[in-house]
Structures are given as structure tokens and as C-alpha cells.
């Protein structure tokens, strides 16, 4: 090979360790996904919770009139503290997952395979923000 050509292949060379390091993510957050799917209960109370809080409380707090928002609605001044109530739960037990697995060695086995550990947080956080959507 001539110089010319080892210098253009090493260009793509980045490109194809990062090209696996993203499979290798999203690999994972797809099983962890996968994982979501067989338990349609999680998204259902995930589902009915902040349903419950606006549907609910704004509502009775919205009538009561306790705390003073001005001319904004009740339920607009509520929402975002809903939303980020709801992305804490989930992060809670998101975290409690991993310990678990941590504690079944699924985490043990998940470090001896060939991707790099970067790939595997990068994966579990993919799906922990896909978990948070809906």
C-alpha cells in the first residue's frame, strides 16, 4: 500500500470505532427497551400518575384557589412540577433497577462483553430517557 492510501483508510478508521461504539449503545438500550415492553404495567402507572395530580389535585386546588397564581391557570402553574415529579420517580427507579441487577449479575455479565463500559452507560441512559417519554 502506498502512503497515500494508509493515510485515507486511517480516516475512516474513527469513523468505524464510532460507528461500533453507537451499535454497541443502542444494542443495549434496545434490550433494555425490549425489557419495557414485556411489562406494559410500568407505562400505565407511569401513564396514570401525572393524569392523577392534574386531573385531581389541579382540579381541587384549582377550585379552592389556596395558592395565588395570578392570571395563569392553575394547571399550567402545576404542570411543570408534575413533569419534573415525574422524570424523579422515574430516575428513582431506574436506579433501583440497576442495583438490582447489580445484585442478579446481569451487570457483571454485561461488563465482560466486548463493548466498552462508556457504551454501556451511554446505552442505559438512552433507554432511562426513552422510560422518562411517556
Given at each position: 500500500?502506498?502512503?497515500?492510501?494508509?493515510?485515507?483508510?486511517?480516516?475512516?478508521?474513527?469513523?468505524?470505532?464510532?460507528?461500533?461504539?453507537?451499535?454497541?449503545?443502542?444494542?443495549?438500550?434496545?434490550?433494555?427497551?425490549?425489557?419495557?415492553?414485556?411489562?406494559?404495567?410500568?407505562?400505565?402507572?407511569?401513564?396514570?400518575?401525572?393524569?392523577?395530580?392534574?386531573g385531581?389535585?389541579?382540579e381541587?386546588?384549582?377550585?379552592?384557589?389556596?395558592?395565588?397564581?395570578?392570571?395563569?391557570?392553575?394547571?399550567?402553574?402545576?404542570?411543570?412540577?408534575?413533569l419534573?415529579?415525574?422524570?424523579?420517580?422515574?430516575?428513582?427507579?431506574?436506579?433501583?433497577?440497576?442495583?438490582?441487577?447489580?445484585?442478579?449479575?446481569?451487570v457483571?455479565?454485561?461488563?465482560?462483553?466486548?463493548?466498552p463500559?462508556?457504551?454501556?452507560?451511554?446505552?442505559k441512559?438512552?433507554?432511562?430517557?426513552?422510560?422518562?417519554?411517556?
Open positions: 500500500m502506498h502512503d497515500s492510501e494508509t493515510s485515507s483508510m486511517a480516516g475512516f478508521l474513527p469513523l468505524a470505532s464510532l460507528a461500533g461504539f453507537l451499535r454497541q449503545s443502542l444494542a443495549l438500550a434496545e434490550m433494555e427497551l425490549r425489557k419495557l415492553l414485556h411489562d406494559p404495567t410500568e407505562l400505565l402507572t407511569r401513564i396514570i400518575q401525572p393524569v392523577l395530580w392534574l385531581v389535585f389541579g381541587v386546588f384549582t377550585r379552592v384557589r389556596a395558592i395565588p397564581t395570578g392570571q395563569l391557570p392553575y394547571l399550567d402553574f402545576m404542570a411543570p412540577g408534575v419534573a415529579q415525574s422524570v424523579l420517580f422515574i430516575a428513582i427507579f431506574y436506579g433501583i433497577a440497576a442495583i438490582w441487577e447489580r445484585d442478579l449479575g446481569i457483571h455479565k454485561l461488563l465482560v462483553t466486548p463493548a463500559r462508556v457504551a454501556l452507560v451511554l446505552g441512559a438512552l433507554s432511562a430517557g426513552v422510560r422518562a417519554l411517556p
